[in-house]
């Protein structure tokens, strides 16, 4: 190759040296993102390096602000809540006491403690004052489990055949301290709909004088508490 040709070629660029050139490396490194990876992190670096404006400060602040508020919102409801079940856990044991030192007042030798759970359970269910269910059995049974009617009504409620079937009440578990009191409390409720007087007497086929009972009952028993 003659020495013109030689100084030809030096003088112009080969393919290699362009990419060098213009990228600053060698193709093949080129190739494998070296050099996009660096301008990246540049660019990266000078984006978080940048200071924050006042708009993006004050929308950071009022997120900030937003969840410390939810959060003392929510912990206020969990204690006032949290006092509001132990307030009504108290009033129900209170509630529980009152029956269980009355039933055995009435009927030493009946299963106290049971009956009483049995009412407020039944109550809780049926949205029904636990004390006047009280009342009603007080004035039905005397707190006798298997107290027989004159008619054939049977347990602490006093259910009859054709109440047990329209409440679907077994009439072999008419005696059992927890359905007779849920069947019972039931029909009760059914009754004090729209007049609690009359939905007393209506337990009882209409009788007034029965109402009267149950009701003198009911108070006795909310002065006591």
Do not use: C
Not at 58 to 81: D, K, M, N, P, R
Not at 141 to 166: C, D, F, N, W
Not at 188 to 196: S, T, V
């Amino acid at each position: 190759m003659t020495t013109a040709i030689q100084n030809e070629l030096l003088r112009r660029p080969s393919v290699h040296r362009l990419s060098r050139d213009a990228t600053g490396l060698p193709s093949p490194f080129r190739a494998l993102g070296t050099h996009d990876t660096t301008v990246q992190a540049a660019q990266l670096s000078r984006v978080s390096a940048a200071p924050m404006t006042h708009r993006q400060l004050y929308t950071v602040l009022a997120f900030a602000g937003a969840i410390v508020w939810w959060q003392a919102a929510w912990l206020g409801w969990v204690i006032s809540e949290h006092d509001r079940l132990q307030g009504a856990l108290a009033h129900r044991a209170q509630i529980e006491v009152l029956m269980t030192d009355r039933i055995e007042t009435v009927n030493k030798k009946a299963p106290a403690d049971r009956i009483a759970r049995a009412i407020l359970n039944a109550s809780d269910r049926h949205r029904i004052d636990p004390l006047l269910v009280l009342s009603v059995i007080e004035t039905e049974s005397h707190y006798e489990p298997q107290a027989v009617g004159l008619a054939g009504e049977r347990g602490l409620m006093q259910i009859t055949r054709s109440t047990a079937k329209v409440l679907e009440l077994p009439w072999e578990d008419a005696f059992t301290i927890e359905q007779n009191i849920e069947a019972g409390s039931k029909y009760l409720a059914q009754h004090l709909r729209n007049n609690a007087n009359a939905g007393i007497a209506r337990y009882n086929g209409g009788s007034r004088a029965y109402a009267e009972q149950v009701l003198a009952r009911y108070q006795h028993l909310y002065g006591e508490k």
